[in-house]
């Protein structure tokens, strides 16, 4: 059973930053695709950000150049690093990994965006 756990959310100031990162429990499968969705209350989830393992990006329409995506495949590892945060940004933030037809989720990390 492939895990994906994340870390790094908080509590922000407006204009800061956060680093999320995203691990999976295993080093023997490669995912085609890593990325991140968040889910604020009262909305659906929506893409934040995925990665192939090419390195191809792609990133929701609101993002605008303030985050980023990246990923280490040797350790199945993906990060985004998300800065000029606003408070709209406030979403629990859930990493995910596909691999064919498989799709695995973390459990979410909460991101908080407030003065």
């Known amino acids: 059973q492939v895990q994906l756990v994340e870390s790094g959310g908080g509590l922000v100031q407006p204009g800061g930053s956060l680093r999320l990162s995203c691990a999976a429990s295993?080093?023997?499968?490669?995912?085609?695709?890593m990325g991140w969705h968040r889910q604020a209350p009262g909305k659906q989830r929506e893409l934040v950000a995925f990665i192939t393992t090419g390195g191809v990006t792609n990133y929701g329409d609101f993002v605008k150049g303030r985050f980023s995506i990246s990923r280490d495949n040797a350790a199945n590892t993906v990060y985004l690093q998300m800065n000029s945060l606003k408070p709209e940004d406030t979403a629990v933030y859930y990493c995910?990994?596909?691999?064919?037809?498989?799709?695995?989720w973390g459990q979410g990390t909460q991101v908080t965006v407030s003065s």
């Open positions: 995910n990994a596909a691999r064919e037809a498989n799709i695995y």
């Open positions: 295993t080093r023997s499968i490669s995912f085609d695709v």
